[in-house]
T-cell receptor
Framework: AQSVTQLGSHVSVSEGALVLLRCNYS??????LFWYVQYPNQGLQLLLK??????LVKGINGFEAEFKKSETSFHLTKPSAHMSDAAEYFCAVTHSNSGYALNFGKGTSLLVTP | ETGVTQSPTHLIKTRGQQVTLRCSSQ?????VSWYQQALGQGPQFIFQYYREEENGRGNFPPRFSGLQFPNYSSELNVNALELDDSALYLCASSLGAEPTDTQYFGPGTRLTVL
């Protein structure tokens, strides 16, 4: 079975500061990893995903994540936070034998202060 | 490329009742997945349908059932509602059933069971 752990249920950063949201995964087979964002009263929107190939993945809105197999991590970063980045962020994992289910972490709420 | 819609937006039911939630996938998307998101938690996979057949199921009891129709609409039915069924229910559609296929989420239906 595969799972993800998101470290820090709440993260607060100042506008313009680096955003770092942590995600560690557990999987017995090569994982496929995803980051989704959820704004209030909305569904989830895909930020980026890692399937195979380049371990540094660039997504929308300036976000990127790096797959590190040795650390079983897939942390999400953004060099400079904007007020509009305030939202709930979810890391998710699946793999080739799963076929369908995304297994989500519990989420990290990002607060951006002026 | 989003365009997944769900109805109703909010719903209040009493314990023991039955409920039907609806989802309209993006045209051409053959796969729909349903997730339950309890307050403060990440989404939990309920089941997936691919071309009108159930393609996989999470750890939910049989009183959770679904249907997918040829016109890219689908339903989630929950019988004998329990208080713990109160949650945001999300549907997600994708082109195929591969784990690497991006799942596009709708805004969700907020179900409250009293």
């Amino acid at each position: 079975a595969q799972s993800v752990t998101q470290l820090g249920s709440h993260v607060s950063v100042s506008e313009g500061a680096l955003v770092l949201l942590r995600c560690n995964y557990s999987s017995s087979v090569p994982p496929y990893l995803f980051w989704y964002v959820q704004y209030p009263n909305q569904g989830l929107q895909l930020l980026l995903k890692y399937t195979t190939g380049a371990t540094l993945v660039k997504g929308i809105n300036g976000f990127e994540a790096e797959f590190k197999k040795s650390e079983t991590s897939f942390h999400l970063t953004k060099p400079s936070a904007h007020m509009s980045d305030a939202a709930e962020y979810f890391c998710a994992v699946t793999h080739s034998n799963s076929g369908y289910a995304l297994n989500f972490g519990k989420g990290t709420s990002l607060l951006v202060t002026p | 490329e989003t365009g997944v819609t769900q109805s109703p937006t909010h719903l209040i039911k009493t314990r023991g009742q039955q409920v039907t939630l609806r989802c309209s996938s993006q045209s051409g998307h053959n796969t729909v997945s349903w997730y339950q998101q309890a307050l403060g938690q990440g989404p939990q996979f309920i089941f997936q349908y691919y071309r009108e057949e159930e393609n996989g199921r999470g750890n939910f009891p049989p009183r959770f059932s679904g249907l997918q129709f040829p016109n890219y609409s689908s339903e989630l039915n929950v019988n004998a509602l329990e208080l713990d069924d109160s949650a945001l229910y999300l549907c997600a559609s994708s082109l195929g059933a591969e784990p690497t296929d991006t799942q596009y989420f709708g805004p969700g239906t907020r179900l409250t069971v009293l």
